[in-house]
């Protein structure tokens, strides 16, 4: 399978947001499988992981040099427990930023019926 794409959700400079609102995709769990997040703006960009009956390990990939100079840092792996949600983010840039520009996250493949959502948060003077 390939990757499954996963659009921002924004979040409302002094706003709300209503939880329904919110784009929630099913996860895309095993390996060669994950999710994508096109033109990326990981500064900005906060990850909902919310695992079903099982959960496991997700992995935001570390990007190449160039463009990602901290990329050799290397990926940042999270564990999620069975039926918890987990906030991740914001993230860096110069860490996980793919060369197309995307991020890309990977899901373990015992992970059971879960979501991903990503919000972005917006800058405000």
Same mark, same amino acid.
């Given at each position: 399978?390939?990757?499954?794409?996963?659009?921002?959700?924004?979040?409302?400079?002094?706003?709300? !947001?209503?939880?329904?609102?919110?784009?929630?995709?099913?996860?895309?769990?095993?390996?060669?499988?994950?999710?994508?997040?096109?033109?990326?703006?990981?500064?900005?960009?906060?990850?909902?992981?919310?695992?079903?009956?099982?959960?496991?390990?997700?992995?935001?990939?570390?990007?190449?040099?160039?463009?990602?100079?901290?990329?050799? !840092?290397?990926?940042?792996?999270?564990?999620?427990?069975?039926?918890?949600?987990?906030?991740?983010?914001?993230?860096?840039?110069?860490?996980?930023?793919?060369?197309?520009?995307?991020?890309?996250?990977?899901?373990?493949?015992?992970?059971?019926?879960?979501?991903?959502?990503?919000?972005?948060?917006?800058?405000?003077?």
């Amino acid at each position: 399978m390939a990757r499954t794409a996963v659009a921002y959700s924004n979040l409302v400079p002094n706003g709300s !947001l209503a939880d329904t609102a919110a784009t929630a995709v099913p996860t895309n769990a095993g390996a060669g499988n994950g999710h994508s997040i096109a033109k990326a703006e990981p500064e900005e960009t906060v990850l909902r992981i919310v695992a079903g009956a099982t959960g496991g390990n997700v992995t935001i990939k570390a990007g190449p040099n160039p463009p990602a100079a901290a990329g050799s !840092l290397g990926d940042l792996v999270v564990p999620v427990a069975n039926g918890a949600t987990q906030w991740i983010g914001p993230l860096e840039s110069g860490r996980f930023i793919q060369s197309d520009g995307s991020m890309l996250v990977d899901i373990a493949a015992g992970f059971v019926a879960g979501s991903i959502t990503a919000f972005r948060v917006p800058r405000t003077a």
